[in-house]
């Protein structure tokens, strides 16, 4: 009996798994930090703190080390053209991530989330700015920040400021 039910549950839960996992969390619009000055530069720059994944690098001697470099993502114009993929990291020892100069617009990109798998991220690229996207729960805005100046994931946590408060064309 009790396999009976087990069963049903595992037939009903697998393609709500499923579908969670294959169809990815859109987000609102993330552009630069706002009342920031703008720098000198044509471009722009995008950096993209995505989800992290384990890597160890075992030494001549001693115990293995684990470094947690950020997972790679993909970059679309607003048209929905493929513009280009970010490995995110040198190395397997790299934790930082990669800084991308582009040119002022509005862009998309694919990455994966901490808490929430897949994600599409409209991005606002500004000349002279940063526009930063935090998918790695690192990251919280000042206090007092108006909740209407930044994209938050599901579960509240920070991702960056809104696309919708810059000036990008």
């Not at 798994?17 to 969390?25: E, F, V």
């Not at 720098?39 to 947690?68: E, H, K, M, W």
């Not at 998918?135 to 960056?160: A, S």
Request: charged share 10%; proline share 8%; aromatic share 8%.
């Amino acid at each position: 009996m009790k396999i009976k039910y087990l069963s049903l549950l595992g037939a009903t839960l697998l393609p709500v798994m499923t579908g969670c996992a294959s169809t990815p969390l859109a987000l609102s619009s993330v552009g630069p930090e706002p009342g920031r000055a703008a720098g000198s530069g044509s471009n722009g720059r995008l950096q993209v703190f995505t989800a992290t994944q384990q890597s160890t690098a075992i030494g001549d001697i001693g115990p293995a080390s684990y470094f947690y470099p950020h997972t790679g993502y993909d970059i679309s114009q607003d048209s929905g053209v493929h513009l280009k993929f970010v490995a995110n990291h040198m190395s397997d020892m790299d934790e930082s991530p990669d800084m991308v100069k582009l040119p002022a617009g509005h862009y998309t990109i694919v990455a994966e989330s901490s808490c929430c798998g897949s994600v599409i991220v409209p991005v606002v690229i500004e000349n002279g700015k940063t526009t930063v996207v935090h998918l790695d729960r690192n990251w919280w805005p000042p206090n007092h920040t108006p909740l209407n100046q930044v994209v938050f994931l599901p579960d509240g946590e920070g991702v960056g400021w809104s696309g919708a408060i810059a000036t990008a064309p």
